[in-house]
C-alpha cells in the first residue's frame, strides 16, 4: 500500500501511484449530463475500487454517504484505509460484489494494474486490439496526471498491455444484490447509482427489485457493449422511468466498446 497525491493536493492510499491518478482523472468523466452529487445524497458506488469517487463526494459534501462495493480483497484493504481517512461513518466499504442473486464468484485480481480486476477477464479478447487501445488511448487522455504517457510510442502500447495483464490471480468473493443493501440498511432512496464493475454491470442492476427502482434517482453507468448490452441496459432504465439518457465515450475509450450511460428522471419518482 502506498500513498499517492492527487492534482489538488488531496493525499490517498493506493497500489499504484500512476493507477491512482489515472483514476482520479476517471472518476471525473462520470459527473457529466445531468448527473452529480448533492448534499445529503445517498450513493452506491458499484466497482469502487480504491474510493476515489467516494473520497471526492464526501469531501465535496459532509452530509453525504456513500457505499462504496469493493469485492477484491487486496483492493478493499485499500478502500478501507481511505474511508477511515476521508469519510468515516459516511464513506462505508462493502466487501462485496453486486450481482442479480447472491452467492459468490471468482474474480481474477491483476496485481500490476489493480483497476482492471474482474469476474470477467475475458472480454478485453472478443475484439482483437481493443485492450491495447484503451491503454493508448488512456495514455493520451491522462494530461497532466501522467504527462510522460504521451511521450510513449504508440507500438509500446501493445507491450505495455500485455504486462498489465499479466500475473493474474484467482480469488473468490462474495457478491449481494443491491436491493439486500437497501433492505440492510434501511435506505429510502439511493440518489445516484453508479456502476463501474468491469463487465458485470448488468448482472449488478438486476440485482434491484422492482419495488427498489422508484428509489433511485440518478443513474451513471460504464457499459461494455457486447451483444446488444447497451440496448439492454438502456431499456432497463427507460422501463423503469428513466426518460433522459445519453450515452457518452469517456476521451481515451473512443476506440472500444466501453460507453458512459448517464440516466435521469425528469419527473422524480
Request: proline share 6%; aromatic share 8%.
Amino acid at each position: 500500500m502506498q500513498r499517492a497525491q492527487l492534482s489538488d493536493g488531496v493525499g490517498v492510499w493506493c497500489l499504484r501511484k500512476s493507477e491512482a491518478l489515472v483514476l482520479d482523472h476517471h472518476v471525473r468523466g462520470y459527473l457529466h449530463h445531468g448527473i452529480e452529487v448533492k448534499p445529503g445524497d445517498v450513493v452506491f458506488d458499484v466497482g469502487a475500487n480504491i474510493g476515489l469517487f467516494g473520497v471526492r463526494a464526501v469531501l465535496q459534501h459532509p452530509d453525504v454517504r456513500v457505499f462504496a462495493f469493493e469485492p477484491i480483497p487486496t483492493i478493499f484493504k485499500v478502500l478501507s484505509r481511505n474511508a477511515e481517512e476521508h469519510g468515516p461513518g459516511r464513506l462505508i466499504p462493502l466487501p462485496y460484489g453486486a450481482s442479480e442473486q447472491p452467492g459468490e464468484a471468482r474474480f481474477t485480481f491483476f496485481p500490476r494494474s489493480p483497476a482492471l480486476s474482474t469476474s470477467d477477464p475475458g472480454a478485453w479478447d472478443e475484439q482483437p486490439g481493443e485492450f491495447t487501445e484503451a491503454v493508448r488511448g488512456q495514455a493520451e487522455a491522462a494530461g497532466a496526471a501522467l504527462w510522460y504517457a504521451k511521450l510513449m510510442p504508440k507500438f509500446l502500447a501493445g507491450m505495455l498491455a500485455r504486462h498489465l495483464r499479466g500475473g493474474g490471480e484467482q480469488v473468490v468473493a462474495e457478491l449481494r444484490t443491491l436491493s439486500q443493501v437497501i433492505d440492510e440498511y434501511d435506505l429510502q432512496q439511493v440518489n445516484l447509482l453508479k456502476v463501474d464493475c468491469e463487465g458485470a454491470e448488468l448482472p449488478a442492476l438486476l440485482g434491484l427489485r422492482e419495488e427498489h427502482w422508484p428509489r433511485v434517482q440518478r443513474v451513471v453507468v460504464e457499459v461494455h457493449d457486447r451483444d446488444g448490452r447497451l440496448d439492454t441496459v438502456r431499456a432497463l432504465l427507460t422501463r423503469h422511468g428513466f426518460d433522459q439518457l445519453t450515452t457518452e465515450k469517456e476521451e481515451g475509450f473512443e476506440q472500444t466498446r466501453l460507453v458512459n450511460l448517464f440516466a435521469t428522471r425528469s419527473v422524480p419518482a
